[in-house]
């Protein structure tokens, strides 16, 4: 394996490579620019309680933000200020607005549009540091607005005073500051942007909004941007007119609305909104205030607290904020004032139900979705603030994969002659918008069955099969195994080395006749391959999805009965085992790396250990040691083709953990927790910072922060793994948010989507199904019921409908396996190879847990149970797991 340094180094010629394949760095359209900041007027510092804080003179920009406990720490990109002082880039303290004019069009202002000196005024008390911003707003601005930086009760407060000099009334349709923090990628190797960076993550819910700042590393305190006047938190705003180029290693500047009106009526016409855009009337010779606080949290686990320490609303959903319509949800709410109303839009989208108060402040209500789609929860108390939760409601989980399934076995099953590309008898790439197959595409992989954005389909057809397998859709498979896989997309190199090729579908247009390729395509790009590109097996990545689906069909094979019938159970073993191993002799170079959907390499070992099949399994688990002790060295071993990336984690994190390396499997779970927030907001929830698999697995190809994308459903996997083996509720809301954002974005007929898109001018789902059947394979791993009792919520269930009687606890389980229960206060982790479990029910005085399984189907005549405790059960054991004879009804088993 290579040395710390020859890694550092291949990260960084991976970094170029790709920024080359983008044909754009950070600084490319900031380089030639005047400078205008006026950074040699130099720089004034200010302590409050938590924070120094620096900032330009000219300007009254903040330069740097420190916490004092760590002052060589900003969390904002003043490392780039040289770079960065020019005309039209945003930093914290600027004010864009817009006023409605006489003739009503809306006129736009802005502070960081054309620099010029501010105008400081004398200050006194609380305030640090105030500015007239007339002069760099411009003539044409009708009112005075001036810029105050307090410290007020310790905290560091933003204000903006705000005054209508003339004689009419002015309405302010859109009022925002720039949040600018340090997310600046550029030139940096993993070490680095652990130490300098941050990740960012905004909770849109009005006057209970906020944006929360955390190190990469997950560790430390953690920035906490909160409305303190007149500023809720209504919308967030890509500032894509900074000159700035956004990339793969800058994801761009965003800011907080308060309000947002204006860019309804124009820009996002039509579009539905997170909150219900407003706009506000300042009358003649009146003056209001807008303010932001900032306070630090200790750390990621520790937000909610400091939000009720700082009196904000703090709402918990369970099991989230996706929610299916067969499941009875909990939301909890906590603050200071007394509820006065509930609002739900689209009206009787949601039904929700007072049920009382409980511990630690919080009070209980039921939360049922009835209508499919996103809905609005608008809680209004009783001092006038209100607090929006942002809802997604599903169909029941069970009919989400069915409908899943059907959709990529029908719409998307590619049956045609496909003479030069060999795809006939595939689950291929879809448009949704033009409901058609994607046969072509500029990007080879799309239409090529390989590559995350062109396996997606199949890999996700494989997945639903381990879930809910469905006989008529596994003879398909089968087809597409033996016709289009084996031979295929994948190949015998000689000596049983399984190659994986990196597209079947190529542009050569001089080898093929005329007519072949559709001239309306762009082919002129890096990502039309040619054949010989097309072939290469290097693309390590691709690895994992042929793997899985081999797994899958074993496992079909091995405990199923009559589902499978073109090979044996042994064979898809073996053909994992092998596709496993090639990895890394075909692709050393990616291999390096965590995988996506690595985790199948941890399940095909065990698998291997369970059979008996000793060589295979000595040798692949030495074969991913080898992987291990590499990331084992490395402080941040989370590279990938990307500079940074937030896939490797997955992978990294399951072989720590099953190689005993836990510093470093807490390294990467604490790296997790830094992009995938817990907040009352279905988008954000759980959701996996990814904002470049737009351009790659896209329709509408571009750099945004993506909603739901696979890397919520992959990063769930080790999430909820150490969740069972170290409960801790955190945990618990991170990881079932992500295991149910991951099927957030299918539709009603069961198209998967790449992702949605966040931009409040598009507010959709993406048009192509992409690389999205990586997310769905982090759902069917990661689908389970969760029983757990917290101290002040009393008995949760995640994944199933909860009944507390007397001294009885009933849960009724709602995932669409229905395979596996992990009960917290006794930590047992139960599983099925198959047959379902119906419910659970538990004796609190006598401890006893009575399992309830459902009747047998013509597949399934016997369920084989694995526990991660013993159990005493009277039953022969297969592979070490229980093997249960079903009937033709429900039965019961009991545990004690």
Do not use: C
């Not at 009503?104 to 960081?112: D, H, L, N, R, V």
């Not at 004689?167 to 600018?180: F, Q, W, Y």
């Not at 059979?611 to 990331?631: I, P």
């Not at 009724?812 to 206060?825: M, R």
């Amino acid at each position: 394996m290579r040395t710390k340094l020859q890694t550092l180094l291949l990260l960084f010629l991976i970094t170029a490579a790709v920024n080359a394949q983008e044909k754009s760095t950070y600084w490319d359209n900031l380089k030639d620019r005047e400078s205008t900041l006026g950074l040699e007027d130099g720089f004034t510092t200010f302590k409050t309680d938590e924070f120094t804080l620096k900032l330009v003179n000219a300007s009254q920009t903040v330069a740097g933000l420190y916490p004092n406990s760590d002052l060589d720490f900003d969390f904002t990109p003043g490392e780039r200020i040289e770079i960065r002082d020019k005309d039209g880039i945003y930093y914290i303290g600027d004010l864009n607005f817009r006023i409605k004019g006489e003739d009503g069009e809306w006129k736009s202002f802005s502070t960081a549009k054309n620099r010029k000196k501010v105008e400081a005024l004398s200050v006194s008390g609380h305030v640090l540091t105030a500015a007239d911003l007339s002069n760099t707003l411009g003539k044409d601005n009708p009112l005075t607005i001036k810029r105050y930086y307090e410290k007020k009760d310790g905290a560091l407060v933003l204000r903006f005073e705000i005054t209508n000099p003339t004689t009419k009334t002015m309405e302010i349709g859109a009022l925002g500051t720039p949040m600018a923090f340090n997310n600046i990628l550029e030139g940096k190797h993993l070490d680095e942007t652990h130490a300098d960076n941050v990740f960012f993550d905004p909770y849109i819910g009005n006057d209970a909004g906020y944006v929360e700042v955390k190190h990469l590393t997950g560790e430390g305190q953690v920035l906490l941007v909160l409305p303190e006047e007149n500023m809720p938190f209504e919308a967030y705003r890509p500032l894509n007119d900074d000159p700035t180029t956004r990339s793969i290693v800058f994801e761009g500047v965003h800011e907080w609305m308060a309000l947002s009106k204006a860019y309804a009526e124009k820009e996002w016409k039509g579009k539905e909104q997170w909150n219900k855009p407003t706009s506000l009337n300042l009358e003649a010779g009146e003056t209001k205030n807008f303010a932001l606080k900032f306070v630090l949290a200790p750390g990621i686990k520790e937000i909610q607290n400091q939000l009720i320490e700082e009196k904000r609303p703090v709402a918990v959903g369970v099991p989230g904020y996706v929610l299916p319509m067969d499941v009875k949800g909990k939301l909890f709410l906590n603050y200071p004032e007394e509820v006065e109303a509930i609002l739900v839009e689209p009206k009787n989208a949601l039904k929700i139900t007072e049920i009382g108060k409980k511990g630690g402040g919080f009070t209980e209500y039921r939360v049922e979705g009835k209508i499919w789609g996103r809905s609005r929860v608008t809680v209004a108390y009783r001092d006038g603030l209100e607090q929006t939760i942002n809802y997604k409601v599903i169909k029941p989980e069970t009919e989400v994969v069915d409908d899943f399934g059907h959709f990529l076995m029908t719409e998307q099953w590619f049956d045609e002659p496909d003479e030069f590309f060999g795809r006939t008898n595939s689950v291929i790439s879809y448009d949704y918008e033009d409901k058609k197959q994607i046969t072509q595409d500029s990007r080879a992989w799309v239409a090529g069955l390989s590559d995350e954005g062109g396996a997606g389909s199949w890999l996700g057809a494989m997945m639903k099969q381990l879930i809910q397998p469905e006989k008529a859709e596994i003879e398909k498979l089968q087809l597409f195994i033996d016709e289009t896989l084996w031979g295929g997309i994948q190949y015998d190199e000689g000596e049983r080395k399984y190659g994986v090729k990196k597209s079947v579908f190529f542009y050569e247009p001089d080898s093929l006749p005329k007519g072949t390729y559709n001239d309306s395509i762009n082919y002129n790009t890096w990502a039309a391959w040619n054949k010989k590109g097309a072939d290469d097996p290097g693309r390590s990545y691709n690895y994992p999805h042929v793997a899985a689906a081999y797994w899958v069909m074993y496992r079909l094979a091995r405990y199923h009965s009559g589902l499978v019938d073109n090979h044996d159970w042994k064979w898809y073993l073996e053909q994992a085992y092998y596709t496993s191993i090639a990895m890394s002799d075909l692709a050393p170079w990616y291999a390096e790396f965590g995988q996506m959907e690595g985790t199948v390499f941890l399940n095909i070992l065990k698998d291997l250990q369970t059979e008996g099949l000793t060589d295979m399994a000595t040798t692949l688990e030495a074969s991913m040691k080898k992987r291990a002790d590499h990331w084992k060295s490395l402080n941040y071993p989370f590279g990938s083709e990307m500079p940074w990336d937030s896939t490797g984690q997955e992978e990294v994190f399951m072989w720590s953990d099953y190689f005993g390396y836990q510093q470093k499997a807490n390294v990467t779970l604490n790296a997790i927790l830094a992009y995938m927030p817990v907040m009352p907001h279905w988008a954000y929830n759980g959701n996996a910072r990814r904002y470049w698999d737009f351009l790659y697995g896209g329709k509408l190809s571009r750099v945004e922060r993506q909603i739901h994308h696979y890397g919520s459903g992959l990063n769930a996997i080790p999430v909820l793994k150490a969740y069972r083996d170290h409960p801790d509720f955190y945990l618990l809301k991170v990881g079932y948010g992500g295991t149910l954002g991951a099927i957030s974005n299918i539709t009603q007929d069961g198209f998967g989507s790449a992702a949605f898109h966040s931009y409040p001018s598009t507010m959709r789902i993406d048009y192509l199904s992409g690389d999205y059947g990586s997310n769905f394979f982090g759902y069917a791993i990661n689908t389970a019921t969760y029983i757990t009792k917290n101290e002040d919520l009393g008995w949760l269930s995640f994944g199933g409908n909860i009944e507390e009687n007397d001294d009885e606890i009933k849960v009724v389980l709602t995932t669409a396996a229905k395979s596996k229960i992990y009960f917290e206060p006794k930590q047992l982790w139960l599983t099925l190879d198959a047959g379902t479990f119906k419910a659970l029910i538990y004796n609190k005085s006598s401890e006893e847990i009575e399992l309830i399984l459902n009747e047998k189907t013509e597949d399934s005549p016997q369920a084989y149970l694995r526990s991660n405790k013993e159990l005493d059960l009277k039953f022969d054991k297969m592979n070490g797991a229980f093997k249960i004879p079903l009937k033709k009804k429900s039965i019961s088993i009991s545990i004690e």
